[in-house]
């Protein structure tokens, strides 16, 4: 049982390591580590989001090429700022994920184990399925370009060497294009899939703590398997159990909520340049495939995030009907008393923040990001008509 909660960061975790971004133990590995990581950080990633810049200012004054590069420097910029999140709360995160085997975290009886395999189950296939989808979108830029058209790079950068497509810098540069966006894509599934398995796992200690509410005077064994604990000890571990998941829910969102919320305002860039782009090229069959299915990528990147952000507030809303669905009308008035204190801190739904207190990770958040993404489209295309 003490590694069970390892498919939730382990996969995400391998990736992150391949970047340098984990704490080591060893000084050799430390150094190693280092060495990697201002390599990774410094070639494949600002130097890609400086090419990628210059080609913007350079091209002011062409829509297209600025729609070109736009949505894949949106993207760069979200992923540069999560590999500088993860790299600077890397020990926080370690010490993040080694707390979820704690003891208070561990389902006892069938039931909760149920629920923890179904959870288990669930962080996989969203893993997976985003990862798919993930590399789908990527081969679309990457693939087509180089076998129908390789005339031409498949990103819009700023080119330092000769344009000729037989030439030794293009296909140095094409090269590079395909490299320093695989690790973008790397980058974005690793963390994204990290996110959305700390809220899975989040959700599922909620409905664990669910069970238990609805179990409270029914009995519960203890270890003897004789005595039955009493409602007032029953009602203790379940407030014990509701702190640790609050201050769990608090530890998640200090540390993803900055990076989540600057992959929110680059996704709205992405979402509006490839609307433009979708609206553009709709004559042009393989260019429009290829932005749909960025698209695509990118819509269910913000849904997943918000979608199980959003599951930690309904889960946490749920809590005190289970409570009072209990037969609390039988029970001495001190342990009514408790119920009814523990009930009001029910009331203060667990929310996953943005950088504004004022707005939480959820589908009101996800359909604010797709209908303010078409606002400026259809503002862009009108000013450009």
């Known amino acids: 049982m003490s590694k069970r909660a390892e498919i939730f960061y382990t996969g995400q975790t391998f990736i992150f390591n391949i970047y340098s971004l984990m704490p ?213 571990q379940c407030i014990r159990f509701h702190i640790a998941i609050v201050d769990l829910a608090e530890t998640i969102e200090r540390r993803l909520c900055t990076p989540i919320s600057m992959q929110i305002f680059c996704s709205v860039l992405v979402l509006t340049a490839n609307f433009y782009a979708i609206a553009l090229l709709s004559d042009e069959k393989l260019a429009l495939f290829k932005f749909v299915t960025y698209q695509a990528c990118m819509l269910m990147q913000i849904f997943m995030l918000c979608y199980f952000a959003g599951e930690v507030t309904h889960c946490s809303a749920e809590l005190p009907h289970r409570l009072y669905n209990t037969n609390w009308v039988d029970w001495s008035r001190s342990d009514r008393r408790n119920a009814l204190l523990f009930m009001q801190r029910l009331h203060y739904e667990l929310r996953i923040r943005t950088i504004s207190p004022s707005r939480a990770f959820d589908l009101a958040l996800f359909s604010s990001i797709v209908n303010c993404s078409y606002s400026y489209f259809a503002l862009l295309k009108r000013v450009n008509s």
């Open 24 to 236: 080591q133990e060893q000084r050799w590995k430390r150094i190693l580590h280092e060495i990697n990581y201002w390599h990774v950080m410094g070639f494949w990633v600002l130097l890609f989001d400086l090419l990628l810049v210059l080609h913007v200012v350079s091209n002011l004054n062409n829509m297209f090429e600025i729609v070109r590069a736009i949505f894949v420097l949106a993207t760069s910029a979200g992923h540069t700022t999560k590999l500088i999140s993860v790299k600077m709360n890397n020990v926080a995160l370690q010490q993040l994920f080694d707390r979820l085997d704690d003891e208070d975290f561990r389902p006892e009886g069938p039931e909760e184990r149920a629920i923890f395999a179904a959870a288990c189950e669930t962080t996989r296939k969203t893993r997976d399925y985003y990862a798919a989808l993930s590399f789908a979108a990527l081969a679309m830029i990457l693939i087509p370009q180089f076998v129908l058209d390789w005339s031409h790079l498949p990103l819009g950068t700023y080119n330092p060497f000769d344009d000729n497509p037989g030439s030794a810098g293009y296909w140095l540069l094409y090269c590079y294009q395909c490299l320093a966006l695989s690790t973008s894509c790397l980058t974005n599934i690793g963390f994204d899939s990290l996110c959305c398995s700390l809220f899975i796992f989040v959700n599922c200690q909620l409905d664990i703590l669910a069970l238990r509410l609805q179990k409270i005077g029914q009995g519960k064994d203890n270890d003897n398997g004789n005595t039955k604990m009493s409602i007032d000890v029953q009602l203790k």
